[in-house]
């Protein structure tokens, strides 16, 4: 069982969900219960599933958490890309910027939790 909160995939991931919080919050409210929520929610997975593989007993369950939160990374990524498309915010690009290092950084972890053969 690791600490979730000293890992920097873990504190990037969450300072991430902040970021999209203050971006969704430009979005119209007509998109509240659509793009608003769909985003909030696949940002709120990556941190979130990394924290719950971390509260498990072997690495190929944190390894299998930390898969589930790099699909979630690139749920949110594809989201962003269309909200930019539509609504010509910014600020999107340099979130995605942050997302393809947090998407490597979780690459790099989840290979050095696999066994080596």
């Known amino acids: 069982?690791?600490?979730f909160r000293e890992l920097?995939?873990?504190k990037r991931s969450f300072d991430l969900v902040i970021r999209i919080y203050k971006i969704t919050r430009l979005?119209?409210?007509?998109?509240?219960?659509?793009?608003v929520?769909?985003?909030n929610r696949s940002a709120i997975s990556i941190p979130s599933n990394i924290a719950e593989g971390c509260?498990?007993?072997?690495?190929s369950d944190l390894c299998r958490f930390v898969d589930i939160a790099l699909g979630s990374s690139f749920e949110l990524e594809t989201q962003?890309?269309?909200t930019k498309e539509l609504?010509?915010?910014?600020?999107i690009?340099?979130?995605v910027s942050e997302l393809h290092e947090i998407q490597k950084m979780m690459n790099s972890f989840k290979k050095y939790l696999k066994p080596k053969a």
């Open 55 to 59: 509260g498990r007993n072997t690495n």
């Open 37 to 39: 929520s769909q985003i």
């Open 8 to 10: 920097d995939i873990w």
């Open 93 to 95: 690009s340099g979130v």
């Open 27 to 35: 979005l119209p409210s007509d998109e509240k219960f659509c793009l």
């Open 1 to 3: 069982m690791r600490n």
């Open 80 to 82: 962003l890309l269309l």
């Open 87 to 91: 609504y010509a915010i910014e600020e």
